[in-house]
Structures are given as structure tokens and as C-alpha cells.
């Protein structure tokens, strides 16, 4: 006769039944009187409730006050760079002679360059080509670097040492003397030809990152475990270590983007970057740097707006960071 205390389930179907009559009874404990569910089978307090690390860096970013305003800030200044006739109703082209470096006036808050344009409206106007820039290039590098970093970790062997080798060359050019070199023979004036040399000095710090990060995800056990049952190189690298191991570059590229509007800032001033008649900050602060003592609204506008937004994505990448490390919980 059977003994009454074995399930039913382990008579019909035999041993290779465990796994499955061990998940229906842990399913079953869910909603069993002073089992996880609760007394009565009530739904478990949603509080208790496992978190991923992104649910919880999501937590605390939102309970950080450093993130909120920068994330305030910029996202005030993404929405006057796609529409800044909303705060600004004139023509950041606009000239006359007769008001050159003139103070503020009624109307014109932060008064007149040396042609006599509006340096408000140049200020709000600048925002688009910085804003670019920043994005654009902080995109191309991160999806750049980590690709080329996370076949390189992934794949190791002469694929690494190549890829290693080939960052050593480009962090060993000074940024700045690249770029006066890259751009000085470039005709084009506009933002993507600074995009293109950021993007193509940018990589290799975003492919450290990433090649560093996914080595150590690949030797977690669930990547060894999906590794036995039979997952390809593309899903692993797609399902289990590619989530795993974007923090690390988040964080960096987030931290990277602040740096890359200074730089852009930083090029046109020298001449190389944007170039007339687009409107940046980089550009207005060249024109007004030998005029500082007669006018220094002329310089103080733009640089400071440069300077508050260039420390709103610092502050931002810092906010990111300290949710996403678990070493700083």
C-alpha cells in the first residue's frame, strides 16, 4: 500500500518529478495561512518584495537631492535647446552697431555684444549646439566603446591584446593639441565634425570600462550555468551579461557628457570647433575675452551658463554613480 504521506504526484510521475512538485509546492506556500503570502492567502506586502539593482538605484535617486536639481536643470536646458523661442523671442543674428557692448537695457537683461546683438538670446540660442554636441558624442562614444570593450572582455585572446593596444594609441594624444590638429582642416562649421572627434577620442575610456566590467560578469555562476545549458555567445551576451554590466558605463558616460560640452566650449574657443554663424557659448566667450574689462557682461553670461551646465551633468553622473555602486550603499 502507498504510503499516504507521499504526493500523488511523486507516484505517477516517479524521482524525475521533484523539480516540479517542489515548484507547486512552493507555489502553494504563497498563499497558505503564515506562508510568505500571508495569513489567508492575503498578497504579500509589495515592500517586502525582492528588488533589482535598478529598482533600487531608482529608489534612492529619487530621495537625492543632488539629482533632482540637476536633473531639473537639464532637463530645463534640453527643452530650451530644441525650443528656445519659448524664453527667447528674438534673433540671436540680429546686429546693431549703434548698441555695441551696451549693459543691460529694458528688454535686454544681459545687454549687447560688439556687434550689437542681444547676448540673452545668443546665451539661450547656444544651448542647442552645446546640448548636441554633449549627447551626440557621449551616445557615439558609450555605444562604441562598449561594444568594441565587451567583445574584447568577452571574447579575450588576440581580440583583447588588439583592442588594448589600439586605446593605448588614442589615450596617448593630448585631447586638446588632437583636436587643434583633427579640426583645423575641417571647413565645416557645424557640430558634427566635433562630435566625430570626440566621439573618436572618447571610446577608449568607455571600452576600459566595459571590457572590465564584463570579465567580471562572465565569471558569475548564472553566466556559467546559462554557459552549460546550451546558451550562444549572442544570447549570453545579450541576455546575461549585457544587463549586468551597463552600470559601469552609465555612470561614466553620464560623468563623460559634462566633459565633452566643456571641451566643445574649449575648441571653439581656440577656433577649431563651431564655427560662425552657429550660435555657441564656446564662440561668444572667444569674442568677448579681450574685452572683458570695458564689457564683462559680454563674457560672464555665456561662461556661466557653460559653467552651470557643465556642473549639472557632473552632479548628475555623481547621483547616478552612488545609486548604482553597491559598495557605497
Not at 521533484?18 to 506556500?29: D, Y
Not at 509589495?46 to 537639464?74: E, G, M, Y
Not at 546665451?123 to 574584447?152: D, E, K, M, P, Q
Not at 559601469?248 to 563623460?256: D, E, H
Request: charged fraction near 15%; glycine fraction near 12%; include cysteine.
Amino acid at each position: 500500500m502507498p504510503d499516504p504521506y507521499v504526493p500523488k504526484e511523486a507516484i505517477a510521475h516517479g524521482d524525475g518529478a521533484t523539480a516540479n512538485l517542489a515548484i507547486g509546492e512552493a507555489e502553494s506556500l504563497e498563499g497558505a495561512p503564515g506562508g510568505p503570502g500571508g495569513p489567508g492567502g492575503a498578497p504579500a506586502d509589495p515592500s517586502l518584495k525582492a528588488r533589482s539593482l535598478w529598482s533600487d538605484a531608482w529608489h534612492d535617486l529619487r530621495r537625492n537631492p543632488i539629482f533632482i536639481i540637476s536633473a531639473l536643470v537639464i532637463l530645463f536646458l534640453i527643452v530650451i535647446a530644441i525650443w528656445p523661442s519659448l524664453i527667447a523671442s528674438g534673433s540671436p543674428y540680429k546686429a546693431d552697431l549703434t548698441k555695441a557692448q551696451r549693459g543691460a537695457s529694458p528688454g535686454h537683461p544681459f545687454g549687447y555684444d560688439t556687434q550689437g546683438r542681444d547676448v540673452y538670446t545668443r546665451v539661450v540660442y547656444g544651448a542647442r549646439a552645446s546640448i548636441t554636441v554633449g549627447i551626440c558624442a557621449t551616445a557615439g562614444a558609450a555605444l562604441l566603446g562598449s561594444v568594441l570593450g565587451g567583445l574584447a572582455g568577452f571574447f579575450g585572446g588576440w581580440w583583447d591584446a588588439l583592442l588594448s593596444r589600439i586605446a593605448d594609441v588614442f589615450f596617448g594624444i593630448p585631447i586638446i593639441l588632437g583636436g587643434l590638429v583633427f579640426l583645423s582642416v575641417v571647413t565645416s562649421g557645424s557640430v558634427w565634425p566635433v562630435v566625430g572627434f570626440i566621439v573618436l577620442l572618447g571610446w577608449p575610456q568607455i571600452s576600459r570600462i566595459a571590457r572590465g566590467s564584463v570579465v567580471t560578469i562572465k565569471q558569475n555562476d548564472f553566466v556559467q550555468a546559462a554557459r552549460a545549458l546550451g546558451a550562444g555567445n549572442g544570447r549570453l551576451l545579450l541576455r546575461h551579461i549585457a544587463p549586468n554590466a551597463v552600470a559601469p558605463v552609465i555612470v561614466v558616460a553620464t560623468i563623460a557628457l559634462g566633459t565633452y560640452i566643456a571641451l566643445e566650449a574649449t575648441l571653439s574657443f581656440l577656433g577649431v570647433g563651431l564655427k560662425p554663424p552657429t550660435v555657441s557659448w564656446g564662440i561668444d566667450i572667444s569674442d568677448a575675452a579681450t574685452r572683458i574689462r570695458n564689457a564683462p557682461h559680454m563674457l560672464l553670461w555665456p561662461a556661466g551658463a557653460l559653467s552651470i551646465t557643465v556642473l549639472a551633468f557632473i552632479m548628475l553622473g555623481d547621483a547616478v554613480r552612488d545609486a548604482l555602486d553597491p559598495k557605497l550603499r
